[in-house]
């Protein structure tokens, strides 16, 4: 039997890398996935198809209140419950700290951290309701690593952990665990095609295993995290990063 069987899981920055990856780790456990992203989710949702699940797409900008309050109220509408949600959309742009201008940090700060604070914020009483909910919030492990030229993302991944441990202690009380999972720099077009994509022979060099990260190679600890194996685990912050950070 899936373990995920009748759950409802939002995941925002569905649509591609990562947070695809999710869907369709979820989705083959048997949750129905909402792809909740600014992006056309019909690639994610093609792949989540092809494993035998369920997603569809809904439109939400995890910065603006009343646009993660109407995805709630959607998903509420369509399915009844939410029982997961993955705050997983964010952004990371590299800029020295000489360079980076007020207008940079708060953008980072919006989608990064407010966007974490929001969509929480709009299916926390839901979750309430139904005593029962799973919130795994995505870090980076670059926030124990210092990493130069992201001092507003750092900032926000960190905020993230804070955050984690913080309402984790108040939503015990109703049933809902709050996690969260640090990755390392993982191997998405976004991540290939920029910059980034030629710091991997220098990281892979410092980490444990020997290889490249993979979005798949997120979607075990979230599948801990959200299923009855992680039921007594909450506050926790796991890095995931071939033992880059050993955390």
Known sequence: MKRLAERVAIV???ANGIGQ???????????????ADIEEPAETIGKVEAVGGEAWGLEVDVTDQASTQEMARRVMEQAGRIDILVNNAGI??????QELSFDDWKKVLAINLDGVFLCSKAVYPHMMAQSYGRIVNISSGTVFLGTPGFAHYVTTKAGVIGFTRTLA??????????????????????VLDGPLGELFEGIISGQALKRR????????????FV??????????????DGGLTRH
Not at 92 to 97: D, E, H, I, Q, S
Not at 213 to 224: I, K
């Open 213 to 224: 990260q993979e979005p798949e190679d997120l979607v075990g600890a979230l599948l801990f």
């Open 21 to 35: 990856a999710f869907c369709v780790g979820l989705a083959s456990d048997g949750a129905k996935v909402v792809v």
């Open 92 to 97: 990371y742009p590299t800029v020295p700290f």
């Open 169 to 190: 202690g108040e939503a015990g009380d109703f049933g809902i665990t709050v996690n969260a999972i640090a990755p390392g720099l993982t191997a998405t077009r976004t």
């Open 12 to 14: 925002t920055g569905g």
């Open 227 to 240: 299923t009855d194996e992680g039921s007594f685990v909450t506050g926790q912050t796991i890095a995931v």
